[in-house]
């Protein structure tokens, strides 16, 4: 269950831009803002397909301007549309289909015309049965309405003035159903085949079911679907039919075979004829769109028709609205999936942007083929609304990525400074491995005690102890810009320098350092709020040059300083007690004229330097800070009964084995003076040394108290004694030194 949550919680910008995006673009959908995209990525898969091979089934008569100028009148005379039926049907074809309104007569030659009219049963004439625009009805010529052989050519144009659909059938003014004029035709050539109509709703012609078009299929929205309507397959582009003029049959120029056992369309192809319309092939953005006669549009019906009873496979078929919407759903989630997946690859923000590209390109490149190919196999998919769910998505995912940019550099923030976040994030060598010199300064910071301390508390409670400590430290630092290197459970090593260099740098650390020990009483004061023990600090600073940058490999990279002035800012702070500020000479010429408080100094011999150095104990520091640090008065009380005590001295974190013994002479609040039994085998005691040490409850070698630390400290004494300063005294122990030091004092009066 925790993984779920987790998984949930890791891709939960997924799971929110999936759906809202496929949300977005379904909504721009059904208000049909994608529709006309919808209908040019239809053409353009349709003018992709292979080439289909031509119809021989079908074959064209097509009446031009120089069959005008061949009859050298302006108009076609009945009598020479009865001349070219009998030449027509002398060639034995299954139908013949006149696409040429002939309601009315057009003498010479009417009679001639109406004798082959009633003499031949499959010729089929034509009728305007639904006006368009400011066209009204056509009526169908007499004699063939008679004989019920009239179909209807009303062809659909949509909102961009190209045919993409076709009708089977519709309804007149009398609501009767008409037969289109491609389907009469098809008719007549499958009644050779034994293939007749079945079904009552949807029709059953040969191997295929013909559904009836919807107002939703494909890309269309809302669009009229009245009459027995469908997709238009077309075989491909203007002349995909064999096509003869009508000069070439009244002079009986064409092979005698032709048009044998086929359908033969009569119809206008000329452009001054006024019957042309633009379709899927007319062209696209770059090219002269190209019309198609409505005679050729009425033979890739007919085929399209042919098609599907003859070999099943001519339709053009649609998804239900739900399944797009699913598909839709799906195309964004992959968008969405594909950018949050490929946000952390690379090296760098080039290359991460990079790998998203392609991938996005990539996946972009399979909607289009799958789709294409779903085309080909006469499926129309959503291709626009899931490419901009594609898009939309990746590009919200992206948008979300940057928005959290912010968000991410405050919380790298919280890990470094953000002088450090825009030099690592914004120069071009921010990133780099690798350092630089420079000369900084450096400030470590160490609780006394707190090992101890935290041994005594529960995790939760040193947790808890830590984040008030450090929310008031980060303060301090941050204003006076100081950088954070890294935490090492209660120390902070802070930089000043990196990675921008000041000229104050030096004063800005020392200042930071006061700041820092000042805030502790805030520190304090909350902690005993909650009950919890109070703290003391020790810092110390060393000014000098080291090699500052990103230090690791491409797999893990740390920001941070190399160098021995680092080792020697640690070693410095080794040698403080609670509440003190200690400077290397070198801080102190680099501060300059700034005015400090130097409470004192001494000579140390840190571990790895050859030679003592001095350091500096700072109470203070002047203009522009005004910062000063209250004198402590440590007064030392003599004990009225000396308290017995064993110690040993402690090395980093380890314990020596050799125990000491001796007694603590006076108390004070914070330290005790001791005096040592054995003077001639104690001889690894310096100043500065940690220590640790147990008090002889009433004397007795074999009870002893919990472990007291304190450091030796540099108070001048006389041979055989050392004074210290407490780090950490537990309160049981706190309890008795606290009663010894009351009783001292009151007996002393």
């Not at 808890?464 to 303060?475: G, R, S």
Request: hydrophobic share 45%; proline share 4%; net charge neutral.
């Amino acid at each position: 269950m925790g993984k779920i949550k987790r998984f949930l919680w890791e891709w939960r910008a997924v799971g929110i831009t999936t759906p809202s995006i496929a949300g977005l673009v379904i909504l721009l959908r059904f208000l049909g803002l994608l529709q006309s995209w919808d209908w040019a990525a239809f053409d353009q898969y349709m003018r992709w397909r292979p080439p289909q091979p031509q119809d021989d089934r079908i074959v064209i008569v097509g009446i031009e301007e120089a069959d005008m100028q061949y009859l050298q009148q302006g108009y076609i005379a009945d009598g020479v549309y009865a001349k070219l039926l009998k030449k027509l049907k002398a060639r034995k074809p299954r139908a013949i289909g006149l696409d040429i309104y002939r309601d009315l007569p057009f003498e010479p030659g009417h009679q001639d015309l109406v004798k082959v009219f009633e003499s031949t049963d499959y010729v089929i004439g034509i009728q305007k049965v639904v006006g368009d625009g400011n066209n009204q009805p056509v009526p169908p010529p007499p004699v063939l309405k008679a004989k019920d052989q009239v179909g209807a050519n009303d062809v659909i144009a949509d909102a961009d003035n190209k045919i993409r659909r076709g009708f089977i059938y519709l309804a007149d003014a009398n609501n009767k159903p008409v037969y289109s004029f491609s389907f009469y035709l098809a008719l007549l050539y499958l009644q050779k085949e034994g293939i007749t109509v079945q079904g009552n709703k949807n029709w059953q012609l040969g191997k295929t079911l013909f559904s009836r078009f919807q107002s939703h299929d494909g890309g269309y929205i809302r669009a009229d679907d009245n009459g027995y309507q469908m997709l238009l397959n077309y075989q491909g582009e203007t002349g995909s039919f064999n096509t003869v003029s009508l000069r070439d049959i009244l002079e009986d120029r064409v092979p005698k075979d032709w048009g044998r056992d086929r359908i033969i369309l009569i119809g206008m192809v000329g452009e001054s004829f006024n019957d042309l319309f633009y379709t899927p092939y007319s062209g696209d953005l770059l090219s002269i769109p190209e019309p198609m006669s409505g005679v050729e549009v009425q033979a890739h019906l007919t085929s399209q028709i042919l098609n599907a009873a003859l070999k099943g496979n001519a339709l053009i078929k649609s998804w239900s609205e739900p399944q797009e919407w699913l598909w839709i759903a799906f195309w964004s989630g992959v968008g969405a999936i594909l950018t949050w997946r490929w946000r952390y690859v690379g090296k760098s923000l080039k290359s991460s942007f990079w790998w998203w590209g392609t991938t996005l390109i990539l996946a972009q490149g399979v909607l289009f083929g799958s789709t294409y190919i779903a085309f080909v196999w006469g499926w129309w998919l959503p291709v626009v609304a899931p490419f901009l769910a594609l898009t939309g998505a990746a590009i919200a995912i992206t948008t979300y990525i940057a928005n959290t940019a912010d968000s991410i550099r405050k919380t790298f923030g919280r890990y470094l400074t953000d002088e450090v976040v825009a030099t690592l994030l914004e120069s071009p060598e921010g990133l780099k491995i690798g350092g630089k010199r420079a000369k900084i300064t450096i400030v470590t910071s160490d609780l006394r005690g707190f090992t101890a301390l935290s041994e005594r508390l529960s995790p939760e409670a040193v947790v808890q102890v830590l984040n008030i400590y450090l929310e008031f430290m980060l303060d301090a630092i941050a204003q006076h810009q100081g950088t954070i290197d890294k935490f090492m459970g209660d120390g902070i090593v802070i930089l000043f320098g990196a990675p921008t260099r000041r000229a104050d740098d030096a004063q800005r650390g020392v200042a930071c350092a006061v700041a820092m020990q000042l805030a502790m009483t805030a520190v304090n004061e909350k902690l005993a709020q909650l009950d919890l023990p109070t703290l003391a600090m020790g810092i110390g600073i060393n000014t000098g040059e080291v090699v500052v940058g990103n230090i690791g490999s491409e797999k893990h990279t740390e920001y941070t300083v190399i160098g021995k002035e680092m080792n020697l800012a640690f070693r410095i702070e080794t040698y403080t007690t609670a509440k003190q500020i200690l400077i290397s000479e070198a801080t102190l010429k680099a501060i300059g004229s700034a005015t400090l408080r130097i409470d004192g100094e001494k000579q140390i011999k840190p571990k790895g330097v050859k030679e003592l150095i001095t350091v500096y104990d700072i109470g203070g520091i002047g203009e522009p800070y005004n910062l000063f640090l209250t004198k402590d008065t440590d007064i030392f009380v003599d004990l009225i009964a000396p308290i017995p005590i064993i110690y040993q001295i402690v090395d980093g974190k380890q314990v020596s084995t050799n125990i000491f013994k001796g007694h603590l002479i006076k108390l004070s609040g914070e330290g005790a003076l001791v005096q040592i039994d054995n003077i001639e085998s104690d001889t690894a005691l310096s100043n500065f040394i940690n220590i640790k040490l147990n008090l002889l409850i009433d004397g007795n070698p074999e009870k002893l108290s919990e472990d007291i630390y304190a450091k030796i400290s540099h108070k001048p004494a006389t041979p055989g004694n050392f004074y210290l300063q407490f780090t950490f005294k537990p309160p049981a122990e706190a309890g008795i030194l606290f009663k010894a030091l009351s009783q001292s004092i009151k007996d002393n009066k």
